[in-house]
Structure formats: C-alpha cells, structure tokens
C-alpha cells in the first residue's frame, strides 16, 4: 500500500503541533519523517493516522472519571 507524504507544516496543523516539535519527535524516535532528494522532510500519512489514535486514546482516558475509593 503506497502511503501519501504530507509536508510538515500540513502535517503539524493536523497534529496541533509545531513544525520543531515534528523534527524532536523524530530525533527522539517517536516518528519516522522521510527526508527528499532536495533535502525536504516529508511525513507518511499513517504516521499522521497513528499519532492521531494515540492523541485520540490519551484524551479518551484524561476523560474517563477517576475511580472513587470504598468506604
């Protein structure tokens, strides 16, 4: 499956993040960018679509009401 490459700035728009905070995840190994000929960064989309499901599952759990102790 051929995955489409999205340029930083369209994908740190999708993530709600910084173009930097892009390339530190990558140094750090959290994602994987892809870097052109010319020397251009791109980002695969399923990298987008994970990052998205792991934002999506933290906020589903940040909501999810703390359990209450037994008298």
Not at 28 to 53: C, D, F, N, T, Y
Request: hydrophobic share 40%; charged share 30%.
């Amino acid at each position: 499956m051929e995955d489409n490459l999205f340029r930083l700035d369209v994908a740190a728009d999708k993530l709600s993040v910084g173009i930097r905070t892009l390339k530190r995840w990558d140094k750090l190994g959290k994602i994987a960018l892809i870097e052109l000929p010319g020397g251009h960064l791109r980002i695969a989309e399923s990298e987008i679509v994970r990052l998205m499901g792991l934002r999506s599952r933290r906020n589903q759990n940040a909501e999810a009401p703390a359990p209450t102790p037994e008298a």
